[in-house]
Nanobody, 119 residues
């Protein structure tokens, strides 16, 4: 069974770049038709899909974050990374990586990691 684990800093200062890495075990990051996503949940708010990368390497970002967001992968390490630039306290929340198995398949989630943006 696939397992996903987020890693990265728990505290980031405003204006800096947040980098989080999702490490995948028990599966292939390039297998069709997996789609690899980053989702976050600010305190007291709902889940927000941020963007994702397909098994071919194509990326999509939510319009509100597109200008600040990059997602890329390292297939040899079975990792994909989120970069969120110019962070503000509004970016505070729990960040998750997840796998979607095709258009109609199941979601598989990491445990999430808390990120706080504060000076």
């Amino acid at each position: 069974q696939v397992q996903l684990q987020e890693s990265g800093p728990g505290l980031v200062k405003p204006s800096q770049t947040l980098s989080l890495t999702c490490t995948v075990s028990g599966g292939s990051i390039t297998a069709a038709y997996y789609y690899w996503s980053w989702i976050r949940q600010p305190p007291g708010k709902g889940l927000e899909w941020m963007g994702g990368i397909g098994y071919t390497g194509s990326t999509v970002y939510v319009p509100s974050l597109k200008s600040r967001t990059s997602i890329f992968r390292d297939t040899s390490k079975k990792q994909f990374t989120l970069q969120l630039r110019s962070v503000t306290p509004e970016d505070t929340g729990v960040y998750y990586c997840a796998r979607k198995d095709g258009n109609r398949g199941s979601w598989y989630w990491g445990q999430g990691t808390q990120v706080t943006v504060s000076s």
